[in-house]
């Protein structure tokens, strides 16, 4: 989801950046930097970045100044952490802008409902499956990769559908026709998405993933 800076006033635009500002120093400041330091680690991280700058790059408009592409936010946390998803999404976020994929302005209400708010969802799911119900494989998949990952990008378009309402000055009968007939659609292909990405990684490849341990998740289960 990608939103123009045109929909929004100089004053709403500036608050988002503030908020998001904040949360990013906080990312900086907070990220464990070490794990980079494994050729590895940086390489699958940067590989990541990569392949969601190129889904990112896939669109379809819902209405001017709104345009609609896959997330992966929960894929991305729950492989590097909240920290680094923030750092990573707002470095695909910058890349997509400057390939002339929306505007500047549109950065920081974008960056709020399309990184801030899917990466923290993701976190606090996982802490709360993490404390609530026994650390199994098929429910980490399941509630953290499928389930977490459809909930979270309805989340995320049902934000963004308040911002236009309250924010951009989108009367509720333009978004009726334009926007809420397609936000059912979106749970499926993100919950897909990043379902199977993780599924497969946690089988194939546990160590790419920061919140998966075979310990916790497998042995003597």
């Not at 929909?7 to 120093?25: E, N, P, R, S, W």
């Not at 970045?49 to 992966?72: D, I, K, P, Q």
């Not at 909240?82 to 549109?106: K, R």
């Amino acid at each position: 989801m990608q939103l123009s800076g045109e929909l929004f006033g100089v004053d709403f635009v500036m608050a988002c950046g503030i908020a998001y500002g904040a949360a990013l120093v906080a990312a900086v400041r907070h990220a464990p930097w070490h794990k980079l330091r494994d050729g590895r680690n940086s390489s699958v991280f940067f590989g990541v970045l990569t392949a969601m700058l190129l889904l990112w790059s896939l669109r379809a408009e819902m209405m001017t100044g709104v345009a609609f592409h896959l997330l992966a936010m929960t894929l991305l946390t729950l492989m590097v952490g909240w920290c680094f998803a923030v750092i990573g999404g707002s470095l695909v976020l910058a890349g997509v802008t400057l390939a002339g994929f929306g505007d500047w302005a549109g950065v920081p209400p974008t960056a709020l409902v399309a990184i801030l708010l899917p990466a923290s969802l993701t976190w606090i799911v996982l802490l709360l499956a993490r404390a609530w119900l026994p650390r199994n494989f098929f429910i980490y998949v399941l509630l953290n990769g499928f389930l977490a990952a459809g909930l979270i990008a309805l989340c995320a378009a049902y934000s963004v559908s308040l911002l236009l309402l309250y924010a951009a000055q989108v009367t509720p009968e333009s978004l009726d026709y334009n926007y809420y007939p397609w936000i059912p659609m979106m749970f499926f292909p993100e919950a897909m998405l990043n379902g199977w990405a993780i599924t497969i990684l946690v089988i194939y490849k546990p160590a790419w993933v920061f919140s998966f341990s075979d310990e916790e998740y497998l042995h003597g289960k």
